[in-house]
């Protein structure tokens, strides 16, 4: 098909990059990412011994971060440089309880929403100025996908006898988010390669709960690795693997504690015993054993995260590469590829020399297609964005340029335009003598949406390819390419099967007009994807956008038009077609999704989070996760099949199961870093996550309802 050749090229080609804005000066700093400003809390005026409080606000828009006093293992804690009269005297910033943010294989530390940085000054006992001017010097760090450094100069003029307090209830939230200091008579020492910290007398609020440790020095553990905790009574407990970048080995330590939806954490101070090792002699992957039992029979907790699944060796997963690839082609997301296939097969059918170049063409544009999406799935990923396989889908602007070429590929197949109509006789030429182009990119095609399927024996080796240098990554990903063009390949060297199809004829011209209804049917299942994606305003934009693009394929294309009608209808099509972009582009560029109503505990599926799952297992619950995305037609056939089953519904309730569902359509990091913890790079991924478990079972890609029930037996009568 020539206008796929014109079409899908730009599509492959067209890479989206962002910039980041200029910075202003003033009272107030607002960039694409954050809102910052100065404030000043004096309920009493500026005098000498009287409360003066100057804040740091950053406002976050949604998703983007900044980082706390220890960012953990990557990033920079914001940092402030005051400008005061002589005398004045700026304190640290009181620092609010951190989140855990993880990123990949790291874990870093920071905060987002609505944040304030509080920081007491103390007055001067000989300052008499009607008013106080304060300058103020600020940097951070801004992370999403993206980390971008940003900083501002900030000024503010404070009234010296008349209070201050515009903003006293924002000063008070951020007190209140300050962790607060207790005797918890904690203590710790050195096991080897971990550090073994205990503490007592915690608020009743923490008590049970499975505690985050934040230590304040950077550098000391390892953030991102699996813990140990229990509870012995009122005395908790934790195993916490040292780095092993590791260059300081304090006395003293001082960390914050905190549970997920359980207020501001606590401050602990403790002595560390024990022989640090040697610096940098620490294992890279200290285990987190159980810590050792105590005298009461203590309650055990599951660790806050699992350690990666098994995978295998790279040998094997280059077999599990070319078998999975093989099988994509019978995934539902290629069948009309598959079409475009069997057409151009019929086409050449006898003419073994021309089916053979054929396949070979269409096999070396699905090998190289890989390589390149691989290549740029993995520089994508060394360059800190949190992305797996299929990654492009979740994009609306892709989405919504393959319902366009889809659209105009059926439209061609129906006979509606023929696109050598609308080209100028020498660009016709070039075809003529390069009819391989079109097998290529067939093979481009099948790729872009073959992507965001993952056919079984895929997932383990999709998986492996990211943790492995680029070399061997690259190669998994180049037989997943020579597996899914194989079998089309194979019959293009296979004489037998040209022997029996008929010869071309009339009855090719129907064969091609009926395959225009399987890229009709891709075109509804995207525009479903783009609803999830960008709600029903960004999905009606897209509807009219392929209204007008066939108004512009029939104006143009359409054989025996002549020239006034095509000048005529050409002209008015194409000025449709702009002002229908206009309305329809604003909800693809922001990507803006719909509105999310958060599941009540009545409803069957609840919304994943890692925090979730500890707190079900702390509780003693099994929870089962479906990590699935609107654009996997094997995460949708399997939800409406098998997890949507009567008796296996009934199961999980009757074993107390908890159902969660970890929504990947749209971008999102703490997903993707799951999938990584369980060996997976794409979905659909389901996973068993028991009480007290090292790790969670993993199910197979397409599911069946009695090996979920039997999963769901044998964690019963493991209970038992």
């Not at 070979?360 to 297609?369: D, F, K, N, Q, R």
Request: proline residues 9%.
């Amino acid at each position: 098909m020539p206008l796929l050749r014109r079409l899908l090229t730009p599509l492959v080609l067209a890479l989206p990059f962002a910039a980041s804005a200029q910075l202003p000066a003033g009272a107030v700093v607002t960039t694409e990412q954050v809102r910052a400003e100065l404030l000043a809390h004096a309920p009493e005026g500026v005098a000498p011994g009287k409360p003066l409080w100057l804040g740091l606000a950053i406002d976050h828009a949604p998703h983007w971060h900044t980082y706390w006093k220890n960012p953990g293992d990557s990033g920079l804690p914001t940092t402030v440089e005051w400008t005061l009269p002589p005398g004045f005297a700026a304190g640290d910033i009181e620092w609010p309880t951190p989140q855990a943010l993880p990123v990949g294989p790291l874990m870093n530390f920071g905060h987002e929403g609505r944040l304030l940085l509080p920081v007491r000054v103390a007055v001067p006992d000989d300052f008499a100025a009607p008013r106080l001017d304060v300058k103020l010097r600020a940097d951070w760090l801004v992370c999403k996908d993206v980390c971008i450094p940003e900083g501002g100069d900030f000024a503010l003029s404070i009234p010296v006898q008349a209070a201050t307090s515009a903003h006293a209830s924002r000063f008070e939230a951020a007190w209140a988010a300050r962790p607060q200091a207790v005797d918890a008579s904690a203590s710790a020492r050195v096991d080897g390669g971990a550090l073994v910290v205990s503490a007592g007398a915690l608020p009743e609020r923490l008590r049970g709960q499975v505690l985050q440790f934040f230590p304040e020095l950077p550098g000391v553990i390892d953030n991102a690795a699996r813990t140990a905790q229990r509870w012995d009574g009122e005395r908790w407990e934790v195993r916490v693997p040292l780095s092993a970048q590791r260059s300081d080995s304090p006395a003293q330590m001082v960390a914050v504690l905190a549970a997920p939806g359980a207020g501001a954490g606590v401050q602990v101070r403790f002595a560390v015993e024990g022989a640090w090792p040697a610096p940098g002699s620490t294992p890279a992957a200290a285990a987190a054993a159980d810590v050792p039992a105590a005298t009461a029979a203590p309650r055990s907790l599951p660790p806050a995260s699992v350690p990666p699944a098994p995978l295998p060796g790279f040998a094997f997963a280059l077999l599990l590469a070319l078998v999975g690839g093989a099988l994509l082609n019978l995934m539902p997301c290629v069948f009309p590829v598959l079409s475009l296939k069997v057409l151009g097969f019929a086409s050449h059918a006898h003419d073994r020399r021309a089916l053979l170049a054929g396949g070979l063409a269409y096999t070396a544009g699905v090998v190289i297609s890989f390589l390149l999406l691989a290549a740029l799935l993995l520089a994508l990923r060394a360059g800190g964005e949190q992305l797996g396989w299929g990654f492009q889908l979740q994009s609306p602007l892709f989405v919504g340029a393959l319902a366009v070429l889809f659209t105009l590929i059926g439209l061609n197949l129906a006979g509606v335009f023929e696109f050598g109509t609308m080209l100028p006789g020498n660009l016709a030429a070039v075809r003529a003598r390069h009819p391989l182009a079109d097998s290529a990119l067939t093979g481009v095609l099948a790729v872009a949406v073959a992507s965001p399927c993952t056919a079984p024996f895929m997932g383990a080796s999709l998986g492996l390819a990211a943790t492995l240098p680029t070399a061997q990554a690259l190669a998994i990903f180049a037989v997943l390419g020579l597996g899914m063009a194989l079998p089309y390949l194979a019959a293009s060297a296979w004489p037998a099967l040209a022997r029996l199809l008929p010869r071309p004829g009339a009855w090719m011209a129907r064969f091609k007009a009926l395959m225009a209804f399987p890229m009709f049917a891709t075109v509804v299942w995207l525009l479903w994807v783009l609803g999830q994606q960008v709600g029903i305003d960004g999905a009606a934009g897209v509807l009219g956008l392929l209204v007008a693009v066939a108004f512009v394929a029939w104006a143009l294309g359409t054989p025996g038009m002549g020239p006034r009608g095509r000048l005529g209808f050409g002209a008015t099509s194409l000025a449709v077609l702009a002002l229908t972009l206009a309305w329809a582009w604003p909800p693809l560029r922001d990507g803006a999704a719909p509105a999310q109503v958060a599941a009540s505990p009545e409803e069957r599926w609840q919304p994943w989070s890692a925090d979730r799952v500890a707190a079900l297992n702390a509780q003693g619950r099994t929870v089962f996760v479906d990590f699935t995305a609107a654009w996997c037609v094997t995460c949708q056939f399997n939800k409406r099949t098998v997890l949507n089953d009567a008796v296996l519904l009934a199961d999980f309730e009757l074993h107390g199961v908890t159902l969660l569902r970890a929504d990947w359509t749209r971008r999102d990091a703490a997903i993707t870093t799951e999938l990584a913890r369980l060996g997976r790079n794409g979905v659909p991924v389901y996973a068993i996550y028991r009480p007290g478990a090292a790790a969670p079972q993993l199910l197979g890609e397409f599911l069946t309802v009695q090996e979920v029930r039997s999963a769901i037996a044998a964690t019963r009568a493991a209970a038992l």
